[in-house]
């Protein structure tokens, strides 16, 4: 059983910056690949960014150049740095692995970019 923590989301306006964290349990978090979904209303959860655990990473189209995925194993943590925020960036942020076929969600964290 893997459960997840996030935190770091809140009210932010327009060019602003946030870091989101989500701690895992486990021993084994190093060997997952982890990943950040956004879910917007209204709308369908969309991958934002995800980490191998060789630190390989990928984007979505619409946060290349403004966001970064990285990864602390020793803490169990995986961060995502958002910089340049729009308000279409404004949604529930999840942090998400697949083991076996089987995904792992955390409880979400709110971000809103607003003026």
């Known amino acids: 059983q893997v459960q997840f923590v996030e935190s770091g989301g809140g009210l932010v306006q327009p060019g602003g910056s946030l870091r989101l964290s989500c701690a895992a349990s486990?021993?084994?978090?190093?060997?997952?690949?982890m990943a950040w979904y956004r879910q917007a209303p209204g709308k369908l959860r969309e991958l934002v960014a995800r980490i191998t655990p060789g630190r390989r990473t990928n984007y979505a189209d619409s946060v290349k150049g403004r966001f970064t995925i990285s990864r602390d194993n020793a803490k169990n943590t995986v961060y995502l740095q958002m910089n340049s925020l729009k308000p279409e960036d404004t949604a529930v942020y999840y942090c998400?692995?697949?083991?076996?076929?089987?995904?792992?969600w955390g409880q979400g964290t709110q971000v809103t970019v607003s003026s």
């Open positions: 486990g021993s084994i978090f190093s060997i997952y690949v």
């Open positions: 998400n692995t697949n083991i076996q076929g089987m995904d792992y």
